[in-house]
């Protein structure tokens, strides 16, 4: 059981470029976030997502995008990265039957940005 | 907004020792989890605490859910070189999604075998 996917593991960025991250689960999960971790800042919250067509900001949404086209897959997408979006991102997923708080995790993806 | 106050930042201690670690909120939580990084990986849930007093156990972990809703605590028995990791714990209200989850800024542990 593959549970939540991320890729990459690792990514250099250049200012300026943009990419996309991915994040793909496979436990029918409705809900969806992506988070950054910053050291000495815990978890922060980018953005989030109850469902396929819905999505609502986090705690730091500026400078990223994301859509929710189906249920499996919750891509983050950076539109013109900056050194400030240094840092190691996670998505998560839970099930609207259970606590919304009982996050399953992906690995993590690490971006560096010049 | 709402903020979590995770405590100790980091601990250094001895395998076998006891742990200890808590989390203070100055707002009202419905629900408080406890939730474990090890190097390189995602964080792993340990244990979700519902109801307002509820000590619950996992294996050698035990976390307790304050009576006045506004703080939780971790201990950890007998530790061992595998309890390495950063332990967060996180706030959550109902009514809302994810975006009512709040984080504490975690608990680094460190055990010297």
């Known amino acids: 059981n593959a549970g939540v996917t991320q890729t990459p593991k690792f990514q250099v960025l250049k200012t300026g470029q943009s990419m996309t991250l991915q994040c793909a689960q496979d436990?029918?999960?409705?809900?969806m976030s992506w988070y950054r971790q910053d050291p000495g800042m815990g978890l922060r919250l980018i953005h989030y997502?109850?469902?396929?067509?819905?999505?609502d900001q986090g705690e730091v949404p500026n400078g990223y995008n994301v859509s929710r086209s189906t249920t499996e897959d919750f891509p983050l997408r950076l539109l013109s990265a900056a050194p400030s979006q240094t840092s190691v991102y996670f998505c998560?997923?839970?099930?609207?039957?259970?606590?919304?708080?009982?996050?399953?995790f992906g690995e993590g993806s690490r971006l560096t940005v010049l | 907004g709402q903020q979590l106050n995770q405590s100790p930042q980091s601990m250094f201690i001895q395998e076998g020792e006891d742990v200890s670690m808590n989390c203070t909120s100055s707002?009202?939580?419905?629900?408080w989890l406890w939730y474990k990084q090890e190097p390189g990986e995602g964080p792993v849930l340990l244990i979700a605490?519902?109801?307002?007093?509820e000590l619950t156990s996992n294996g050698r972990l035990t976390a307790q859910f304050g009576i006045t809703r506004k703080d939780s605590f971790l201990n950890i028995s007998a530790s061992i070189p595998s309890d390495v990791g950063i332990y967060f714990c996180?706030?959550?209200?109902?009514?809302?999604?994810?975006?009512?989850?709040?984080f504490g800024k975690g608990t680094k542990l460190s055990v010297k075998p």
């Open positions: 996180a706030g959550q209200n109902y009514g809302g999604s994810q975006g009512n989850l709040i």
């Open positions: 707002s009202i939580f419905n629900t």
């Open positions: 997502s109850v469902g396929a067509g819905i999505t």
């Open positions: 998560a997923s839970s099930n609207r039957l259970a606590s919304l708080g009982e996050l399953f």
């Open positions: 436990m029918n999960h409705e809900y």
């Open positions: 605490l519902y109801k307002a007093g």
